[in-house]
């Protein structure tokens, strides 16, 4: 099971090990959007299968990045931790920001999934050599605001900020405030967030520079390698000083450019003058950025739980009539031994005669379950549960069939039909099925029904194909 954490300052070097060769070239790839947008994106992070896991919390959803590989990561292994998380804790399963080499694998991962690509999340790219150089008629804009800088200006030059330079960020972002003309909560929210970030300028991973006149700075930028990309985090400059904006880019890009082949400026947040003026610099693509929801079986082809007929059996919904016997199965401790789950400690509260129809009720609701009551002459003698989806083609079956009933061959007559509509009516691809190693009669049971696929200490594990 997952550990998460949350991500904090401390933690820049930990996810600067997977972030510093990650090649997805995404912003959210990046230690710096982590710290910048803590607030908003409220991440957490665990290790697993040698990849880093990040989840975040955006508007009370948990949303899961792509996983990134270190040397030896197992991106398979780490999505299937990912997908039992979130099986386990009952929530949602959401993998956002995916990067476009990477959605391949998701689309074919899961059978049935909802997938946005949102224009405004969009990371513009640009070719480093473009910004690097201004060279050709599509920058004949930037040139001409260049050599307007440079006339009006001709002592300015770019240096790197250390952490000795924090007095002159200090004071920037103070003259920067009083001309700042954006009032929209997005931007001054921003704004606030970058001042924090700048004390950050220490940090080894991190790369900023900025333009000075004389010893005044008058514009800065800080950003992060991560593989061949340059990750622009923030680029600020005054207003007051015409043509900076594209001195400051061209100048940070020469100078921190070495060995990258691409700069990531970020997306424009929907914001009409950022779009605009990212699309003046010609970038290469708008990289997208997907977002996979996959969806289970349930529902998608399930409206509600249904009627099958064996030659003695019927299985459907439990209703409330059933709720007498529904409970005594439920609550017969030496019968469920070997039921794998202990049914009480899945309530809420204390025990109420509908507390484990409930229950069942709920999660078929959810898409989580569908409980089959198992009749013998209408009456309720058993249940089969289908369960455990994996978002991939795969659900678990579990059958009991309360005591006095049992040697009948009721549970694998119950059992086999289950199987059968999962995998042909509810259309998946692979169903699993497990008992403990002394339970002689549930071996026999799915022997008969399924093929063994593997065991452990405390398992014999079976899979039905289709």
């Known amino acids: 099971m997952l550990a998460f954490k949350p991500v904090t300052q401390s933690d820049g070097g930990a996810l600067r090990r997977y972030y510093k060769d990650c090649n997805y070239g995404l912003c959210e790839y990046s230690a ?39 040397p030896e990561g197992d991106v398979e292994a780490a999505l299937t931790s990912i997908e039992s998380y979130c099986m386990e804790e009952g929530i949602p399963l959401v993998i956002s920001v995916v990067p476009e080499s990477e959605a391949p694998v998701l689309l074919s991962r899961y059978p049935y999934a909802r997938v946005s690509n949102i224009r405004t999340w969009r990371d513009y790219i640009y070719h480093a050599g473009d910004l690097q150089e201004f060279s050709g008629s599509k920058y004949s804009g930037q040139r001409n605001h260049i050599n307007k800088f440079r006339k009006n200006t001709p002592n300015a030059e770019f240096r790197p900020l250390k952490e000795e330079n924090l007095p002159q960020i200090e004071a920037f972002l103070e003259e920067f405030g009083k001309e700042f003309t954006k009032t929209d909560y997005s931007a001054t929210r921003e704004l606030a967030l970058a001042k924090k970030m700048l004390r950050l300028v220490k940090k080894p991973w991190f790369l900023a520079g900025g333009m000075f006149d004389g010893e005044k700075l008058i514009a800065l930028s800080l950003a992060e390698k991560c593989g061949h990309t340059l990750i622009i985090h923030l680029e600020k400059a005054l207003y007051s000083y015409e043509g900076v904006y594209p001195t400051l880019v061209q100048a940070f890009a020469r100078y921190y450019g070495n060995g990258i082949t691409c700069i990531n400026r970020e997306d424009d947040a929907a914001d009409r003058g950022l779009r605009i003026s990212k699309l003046q610099y010609g970038p290469a693509k708008l990289a997208p950025k997907y977002r996979f929801e996959p969806q289970n079986e349930l529902l998608c082809h399930v409206r509600e739980i249904p009627t099958l007929q064996t030659k003695r059996l019927t299985l459907s919904a439990l209703t409330e009539d059933d709720v007498a016997e529904y409970n005594a199965l439920v609550l017969d401790s030496e019968r469920n031994r070997f039921w794998g789950y202990d049914d009480l400690a899945g309530l809420d509260g204390p025990v109420k005669p509908d507390s484990f129809l409930k229950i069942a009720r709920q999660d078929f609701c959810k898409c989580a379950a569908v409980n089959f009551a198992v009749r013998l002459d209408g009456k309720c003698i058993g249940e089969a549960v289908l369960y455990r989806f994996n978002y991939r083609g795969d659900a678990e079956l579990g059958c009991r069939i309360a005591k006095q009933y049992s040697g009948n061959g009721y549970g694998t007559e119950a059992f086999a039909a289950a199987a059968e509509w999962a995998l042909y009516k509810v259309h998946l691809t692979r169903l699993v099925a497990k008992c403990y190693k002394e339970n002689i009669a549930s071996f026999k049971m799915l022997s008969s029904c399924m093929k063994k696929s593997g065991e452990d200490e405390t398992f014999f594990y079976f899979e039905k194909l289709v």
């Open 32 to 70: 710096g959007t982590k710290f910048l947008w803590r607030t908003v994106l409220n991440p957490s992070w665990s290790e697993a299968h040698g990849c880093l896991i990040v989840r975040n919390k955006i508007e009370n959803q948990y949303v899961f990045d792509y996983p990134v590989p270190g």
